[in-house]
């Protein structure tokens, strides 16, 4: 049965975790996987977290099926970060929200659903994008194509590509835009950019798939979501999906979800009907924990508002790691302009090294970032970024 399986290659970003536990080098540093880490190294638990867990603990509850989308104080808590609790658009029920494995599981839920909706539709990522991107939509069935995105010579968005080809884009064709925190290249479109973008995108029909993976990462957590409302205001039928594996540090627990926008309260309810066969057809309902510790911290303001405390902080370590790996690279003898990695924004820093010199990092050093030159700027810390310039000078 088995005899004529190819040997699939690693996960272009996962498969790096596992090289890197395998790796001897006592000074290794994992910049692959997007994972934020404290100033100790240290995967944090927050406090948020904690206190909702310990809660928990003391009311302990039996663990039932969930409701094959998701706990509902989970989903209109969801939809009330994603869209504003008073927003017309939640107020007038036409939001579909679903609990997800992670926002992974949502990408997954919609695509399978856009799928069966329009099966010729062409995707279009940007280029480049995250890795899964392709390899998801490819594998729910879709042709995947590219529209311009990072102008390597300019380090920015090459936004008229982008406009371009997204207005070359046959109708109907799904857009997977990224609302906040560019994934790979930290490079995200300015408000007068989104601006320009969603007149096109509803002039040529094309349906806009919005990946919101690090709310809170970019300006903070209104800031970023920001762009999700200029939709709205559009009059779109929009998906948005949505993860707390980075905002919430619960990776693990794998908890997202998917929210579809459509355009009355009854096609609303058409819409979340076929997504929740998407569901059950995969793995029948959600997980208990994830979804009720973040409903418990979003829908009590005191623990909402530790949480909000919390990622800002993580949001100001990172941007204070990206200012230490300028000045560490540059200490280091490194006589390229590096500024550009305090433009960037949210989890990553698109290097601009090339493969080679990534192999070099890995091998030689045990610095282990993408092979397109992404680093994890927010596994740096005071203890490893002098290694870690260092290593970087030497391969530069
Ligand atoms: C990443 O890009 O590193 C993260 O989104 C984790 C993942 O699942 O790839």
Redesign the pocket.
Known sequence: LFSAVEMAPRDP??GLNEQFNADPNPKKVNL????YFDDNGKLPLLQCVQAAEKAMMEKPAARGYLPIDGIAAYDNAVKALVFGADSNVVQSGRVATVQAIG??GGLKIGADFLKKLNPSAKVLISDPS???HRALFTNAGFDVGTYAYYDAATRSVDFDGMLADLRAATPGTIVVLHACCH??TGYDLTPEQWEQVIPVVKERGLVPFLDM?YQGFGHGIREDGAVIGKFVAAGLNIFVSTSF?KSFSLYGERVGALSVVASDKEETARVLSQLKIVVRTNYSNPPTHGGAVVAAVLNDPELRALWEKELGEMRVRIKAMRQQLVDGLKAAGVQQDMSFITEQIGMFSYSGLSRDQMVRLREEFGVYGTDTGRM?VAALNSKNIGYVCESIARVM
Request: negative net charge.
């Open positions: 970003i996962l692959g996987v997007g994972v926002g992974t995250w890795e899964n994934n790979p993976a594996s994890c």
